[in-house]
């Protein structure tokens, strides 16, 4: 069944299965959201994002509209790129047009939100708008792809054999299967041996695997043509059973939109939302993983990729840490993709970054300045013993390699 793009008024947004709040589309293609009265007097409320919590602790209920896009909170759960070119075809809508995108991804989004056509809002089904009928099987089928980000990110279910299978409408996939850049020389290797780094060094980070791309069922014949090797990554916005947890990352919790996630914001400025809402123990583990993408050569930490959990509904935790890789042997003399201390080089740390960084964020420096000694001690100690270098292409890990190496014996020189 087809939707009447203008019969579709309004989309529920739901938490944790619970109704939260209503998106509207007003003529003039605006949009804006409303929570509903019951979550706004309800005081144990389980939380949206940060980005709705007031200076006091209450709750913003402020209606702000948006033209031809949704809010920012609600923008970063779509993809980006490509991805979201292609999603938008599957889904016979206009990639531009957010409000009929989130209602075609809107079942399987990240974390716990929901969202889906309102009764007596627009006809039940998927929306079709800007020159394309959509369809039920179409939107479906984008809903197998519907994870934000801009690499080609695939919903996908691990099977008792060990094989991978795309979910057949989508919904419920604990895997992401990231399929390899046709772009980058071993993407997919990169990660996981950056990402198997950090655990090596204490970092949490998900169950990983590489598979061939050939082992993958249910891939759109364009994405199993695909040479080589894809990473297979556990989703921990989903608990046992397919539990959704709920999850923002700090493009939402400042109010910006995706392509906003390299700009106004620093590190410290994540710091402080840390140390305010998860203490000691998540900003130094913050802390320790910025260092360590400094030490890897990793220049694309930028807003979206750091996120909050919400395992208890309203007491968020930092997230396992995901997209690690080491961008420097793509982007030659790349810099960090946020300020550091009013610094985005990747050369190693100095005290004075640190002390810069601290004072800035609030935190106290001699701790910090610890824990940056300690990282790159291990890291250095780690990375020589690590086995999974052998998956690297020679010319990747000479780059890798060598900035490992030199930049955690400059940062060690300059804290010893």
Known sequence: MTIDPKRLTALAVDLN????????????????????????DDPARPTLSLSYKSRTGGLVTSVKQVHRRVPPFFSNLLPEGHLRTYLAEQAGVNPEREFFLLAALGADLPGAVTVAPLAGGGDEGEPSDAGGRGSRDRSRAALRFSLAGVQLKFSAVMESSGGLTIPAQGIGGSWIVKL???RFAAVSENEFVMLELARAIGIAVPR?????????????????????????????DRGPGGQRIHME????????????????VSYANITRVLWAET????????????????????????????????????????????DFVATLPYIRNDKLALTFGVSRSMEGVTVDQIRRFTDTAGLPTTPVLRIVHETAEATAAAWRKLEHQSLLPADVLKVVNRQIVGAAARTLKEFS
Do not use: C
């Not at 299965?17 to 979550?39: C, H, S, T, W």
């Not at 990352?249 to 106004?264: I, L, N, R």
């Not at 890897?296 to 919400?310: E, F, Q, R, V």
């Open 17 to 40: 299965g619970r109704r939260i709040g209503v998106m509207n589309r007003l003529p003039g293609d605006k949009q804006f959201f409303a929570f509903g009265q019951e979550y706004i």
């Open 180 to 182: 390899p850049s046709t």
């Open 208 to 236: 990983i695997r590489l598979v061939p791309v050939s082992s993958i069922q249910g891939l759109p014949e364009d994405a199993a043509s695909l040479s080589g090797n894809a990473l297979t990554v556990e989703r921990f």
């Open 249 to 264: 990352d700090f493009a939402q919790v400042f109010g910006v939109f995706p392509e906003g996630k390299y700009k106004s």
């Open 279 to 322: 203490g000691q123990q998540g900003t130094f583990e913050f802390v320790k993983r910025l260092v360590f993408s400094v030490l890897i050569g990793n220049a694309d930490m930028h807003l979206k990729n750091w996120s909050l959990l919400y395992p208890e509904t309203n007491a968020p935790v930092l997230s396992p840490a995901y």
